[in-house]
């Protein structure tokens, strides 16, 4: 999460300059041998000996800062297997043969910014990840044990520092689906930071050995930078979430918090999006600070849930510390025009400064509560959701080592977890939950509404700059 004060973005704006997009700054990407498609690798085929139910993926994000570069370094997937009590166990790294990034002014927490930097196809056959530090993206197959075989090369995302990744069905000849990336910014936005950067979104197929294929003409430029995107359950949207809408430094002016594109049968986006809204409007009479929109989900009739941390002052400048206020949920529905229609909004996620980092997001099985994680309060509040209205249910579903709300100075990132990606299990057993500041992962059980504290594993993950994690 974006915490910091504005020195900060003049630092951030001064070390980027440095970076290039060049070929510099990207790994070569040797020749892999991709898996024979003829292989049957149905799940009557998994192997019965195995002692593993599922598996949990998260990624490094790199292996350590490049000086003068938002370079982290080689990036890497570490492989869990899960048994059936929940536990992991390590099952090896994988490299995607990219780099990690960081675009978050340095201090390892949530270094992108975003959600979705790791995802995977509905099948559990595919694992997706961002490179930031590359401009890249990896299209991983996930074996019979769990482990992962690169499949073709990474492709180039064709703007600066991918952060967020989706993927839609499709029945087409020799293709499984659509997977869209949004990128941060692009090189004339670059040095500005994060109240400047204008991303886009970019299209690729991907193909029934697991290859990435660029769809033609498919790339939008976008007047916001993203933090996450999502298909909507039917494959008719793709949805765009934005950490700087209303921004005063945004050259675009844009105050849309979330966009809508409508997706063609060919896989490209609209033109222009179809619709767009936000939470808070810039100069509101209540004083509220805007929404950095990071996690969200389409469930249900194109119900788009959103978690918003309040971190851009009313007026529209950078945050820092004292002028952060508590998170939210804002919810939308997406009509058949693509327009947003508001359901509940600005649910707050805690009270006098106790749930100021709501940023990610997941639900329940049964899709009647999802669970939104705050980062720097290193907790995990719990929702109700019904056709699109929420509730608040319980601030402390779960918690960790956080900074409360009574301390904001800056020693906040010193003394917290820094809980940010989840992902629930595809039965609704268990959630995953990344500690960002610490290089672990919490296990709970998932109980209906409320969660079980099962156990941690921690020892192969960094302590900083971790980014995505995936569960099956």
């Known amino acids: 999460m974006k915490t910091s004060k504005l020195p900060l973005f003049i630092i951030l704006a001064t070390s980027l300059i440095l970076a290039s997009c060049d070929s510099d700054d990207v790994v070569d990407v040797p020749d892999v041998v991709e898996t024979d498609p003829t292989a049957d690798d149905t799940d009557d085929d998994q192997d019965t000996n195995s002692p593993f139910v599922g598996a949990v993926y998260a990624m490094t994000n790199g292996d350590g800062q490049i000086a003068?570069?938002?370079?982290?370094?080689?990036?890497?997937?570490?492989?869990?297997?899960?048994?059936?009590?929940?536990?992991?166990?390590?099952?090896?790294?994988?490299?995607?043969?990219?780099?990690?990034?960081?675009?978050?002014?340095?201090?390892?927490?949530?270094?992108?910014?975003?959600?979705?930097?790791?995802?995977?196809?509905?099948?559990?056959?595919?694992?997706?990840?961002?490179?930031?530090?590359?401009?890249?993206?990896?299209?991983?197959?996930?074996?019979?044990?769990?482990?992962?075989?690169?499949?073709?090369?990474?492709?180039?995302?064709?703007?600066?520092?991918?952060?967020?990744?989706?993927?839609?069905?499709?029945?087409?000849?020799?293709?499984?689906?659509?997977?869209?990336?949004?990128?941060?910014?692009?090189?004339?936005f670059l040095s500005g930071g994060e109240p400047m950067h204008q991303g886009t979104v970019t299209g690729f197929w991907l193909l029934n050995d697991g290859s990435l294929d660029p769809i033609s003409d498919s790339t939008r430029e976008l007047e916001v930078r993203p933090s996450a995107i999502q298909f909507s359950p039917d494959g008719n949207w793709l949805v765009v979430t934005s950490i700087n809408s209303g921004a005063a430094a945004l050259g675009s002016g844009s105050e849309d918090e979330v966009t809508v594109y409508n997706v063609g049968d060919n896989g490209v986006l609209s033109t222009i999006p179809w619709g767009a809204a936000t939470s808070t409007l810039r100069g509101n009479t209540e004083g509220r600070n805007l929404p950095s929109a990071i996690g969200f989900q389409i469930v249900g009739d194109n119900y788009v849930v959103v978690t918003e941390a309040r971190e851009f002052q009313p007026d529209g400048m950078p945050p820092a510390f004292p002028a952060l206020q508590d998170g939210s949920v804002s919810t939308w529905q997406i009509q058949s025009d693509g327009s947003l229609t508001p359901i509940s909004l600005d649910v707050a996620s805690g009270e006098n400064n106790t749930g100021r980092t709501a940023c990610w997001l997941d639900f329940t099985a049964d899709g009647n509560t999802f669970f939104?994680?705050?980062?720097?309060?290193?907790?995990?509040?719990?929702?109700?959701?019904?056709?699109?209205?929420?509730?608040?249910?319980?601030?402390?579903?779960?918690?960790?080592?956080?900074?409360?709300?009574?301390?904001?100075?800056?020693?906040?990132?010193?003394?917290?977890?820094?809980?940010?990606?989840?992902?629930?299990?595809?039965?609704?057993?268990?959630?995953?939950?990344?500690?960002?500041?610490?290089?672990?992962?919490?296990?709970?059980?998932v109980n209906g509404q409320s969660l079980e504290f099962v156990g941690e594993e921690s020892g192969n993950l960094p302590d900083t700059n971790t980014q995505g994690i995936v569960a099956i």
Do not use: C, H
């Open 68 to 188: 003068g570069t938002n370079v982290q370094g080689p990036n890497t997937i570490i492989a869990y297997g899960r048994d059936e009590n929940g536990a992991l166990t390590p099952i090896g790294p994988f490299a995607t043969n990219g780099n990690g990034g960081d675009y978050d002014g340095g201090e390892g927490l949530d270094p992108l910014i975003s959600a979705y930097a790791l995802t995977k196809t509905d099948d559990n056959e595919n694992l997706l990840a961002v490179n930031a530090g590359s401009n890249t993206i990896t299209s991983f197959n996930i074996q019979d044990d769990y482990s992962l075989e690169i499949a073709g090369t990474p492709q180039q995302t064709g703007a600066i520092g991918p952060n967020s990744i989706a993927f839609s069905a499709r029945e087409i000849d020799g293709v499984k689906g659509i997977v869209y990336v949004s990128n941060i910014t692009r090189p004339e």
């Open 372 to 445: 939104v994680s705050n980062a720097i309060e290193a907790g995990l509040a719990s929702y109700s959701f019904n056709n699109g209205v929420v509730e608040l249910i319980n601030q402390t579903a779960a918690q960790g080592q956080g900074t409360g709300g009574a301390d904001n100075g800056p020693d906040a990132f010193a003394v917290t977890e820094g809980w940010i990606d989840m992902w629930i299990t595809d039965d609704g057993a268990y959630l995953y939950q990344l500690f960002g500041l610490d290089g672990t992962i919490g296990i709970y059980r």
